[in-house]
């Protein structure tokens, strides 16, 4: 196994992905590290359109399209009354967004980077991160392997474990947890939208996960989960829609925490968080691999700049973090605030105080 890099990423999630291939074409020596073998299940199915040119600029469109995902058309939602109302995609400049495999589509990103030159080491945990020589870093990893690196990347999700053990703290905003299960469903690839609906409990969201299985979604707090299939009974499109339907996976429970991450080194080091590990959304934004694709752009461009001896550039791309989490919280206040069906709940209580 290599022992020394100059630029080691923890995760190979979108984030970790993304910004591993911008940088392997930069020249950069990368290794990616990666716990999993992108063996279980995963969530995050319902991409925006907002993907298609950053896959384009990434250089993994037609990867993309030969995954043969389905389009998705926009999302149907009962929230705030009765009625449905439809959002389309159609409006859009890229008409549509997808409905994809995230297994699938997390392997075509992680394997682009090695296309590009970066180093995948798959099962292999960050189990600690500490500062070395020259301001690099030494990463202890779970096959009892040490790493040296000149810059590393924290592209571990929610949990932002690297971040945390170079002594980030986190701002957390909610106890969101995402209930997640998959149908068999021979019906699903005639519904190229996303359906949303509310109920008492939390939020309901249900998308087709290509032609034959469906992913049903329940988005309440962690604190607050109840039985899974009375709680399914309450929400009526919802069951409706994978009746019959023989389940593949779950109930399970995936954190959804809002979260920004709070560094408190005074950006003197030459680490990076992207993705959820920089700033974590609510799945309601739907917008959390666009982020990821996005913040690993804005990362490489800052690893680069650092690179080129303007180490500056890490307190610019914090602070264009905060702006984007600012701005992501006034927007959640107003997703919410248009719900008001349940004034007795304290799920939706919580969002409305
Ligand atoms: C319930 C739920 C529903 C969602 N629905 C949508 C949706 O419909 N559309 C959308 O765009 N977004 C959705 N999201 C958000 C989206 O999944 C994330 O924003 C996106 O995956 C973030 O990408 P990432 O690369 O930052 O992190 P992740 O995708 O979380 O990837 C992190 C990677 O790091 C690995 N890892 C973790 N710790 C270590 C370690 N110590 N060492 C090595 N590897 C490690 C993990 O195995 C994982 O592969 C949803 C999220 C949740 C929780």
């Known amino acids: 196994m290599v022992k ?33 073998r992108f063996d279980g299940p995963r969530v995050g199915e319902s991409l925006a359109p907002a993907v298609q040119p950053l896959l384009t600029e990434l250089g993994v469109w037609q990867e993309f399209v030969d995954l043969k995902s389905l389009p998705s058309y926009g999302t149907r939602s009962v929230w705030g009354g009765p009625q449905e109302a439809e959002h389309s995609h159609l409006l859009n400049p890229y008409l549509c967004g997808w409905h994809v495999d995230r297994t699938a589509f997390d392997r075509l990103l992680a394997h682009s980077a090695v296309r590009a030159g970066a180093q995948l080491l798959l099962g292999t945990q960050v189990l600690r991160c500490v500062s070395g020589a020259n301001g690099g870093f030494v990463l202890s990893l779970s096959e009892g392997n040490e790493l040296h ?18 002594g980030a703290k986190s701002l957390t905003f909610d106890r969101l947890v995402g209930v997640a299960a998959q149908f068999e469903n021979a ?19 249900s998308a087709p996960v290509g032609n034959e299985r469906s992913v049903v979604m329940l988005m309440t707090d962690g604190d607050l989960l ?15 829609g994978v009746a019959g339907c023989e389940l593949k996976w779950g109930p ?3 954190s959804a925490v809002s979260r920004r991450l709070q560094r408190t080194d005074r950006c003197h080091k030459r680490w990076l968080a992207v993705g959820d590990a920089a700033l974590a959304v609510d799945p309601i934004s739907g917008s959390g ?3 990821a694709l996005q913040t690993a752009k804005a990362a ?18 914090e602070a264009d973090r905060d ?6 919280l006034f927007k959640r206040i107003g997703y919410y605030g248009l719900e008001r069906r349940w004034p007795n709940s304290p799920f939706w209580q919580r969002r409305l105080r």
């Open 226 to 240: 109840p039985v899974w299939p009375e709680a399914l009974g309450r929400a009526g499109l919802t069951s409706a």
């Open 187 to 205: 019906r699903a690839g005639a519904r190229c939208y996303t359906l949303v609906e509310t109920t008492p409990d939390g939020w309901w969201y």
């Open 323 to 328: 702006e984007e989490c600012t701005e992501y």
């Open 252 to 254: 399970r429970v995936f």
């Open 149 to 166: 690196a000149g810059f590393v990347i924290d592209a571990t999700g929610r949990g932002s474990t690297l971040a945390r053990k170079l």
């Open 4 to 36: 020394d890099c100059d630029i080691a990423i923890a995760g190979a999630g979108p984030g970790g992905a993304a910004i591993a291939r911008q940088l392997a074409q930069s020249g950069c020596r990368v290794v990616l590290l990666e716990r999993s």
């Open 300 to 317: 490489a461009a800052t690893v680069l700049s650092c690179l080129s001896g303007d180490d500056s550039a890490i307190a610019s791309y």
């Open 289 to 291: 691999v666009v982020r």
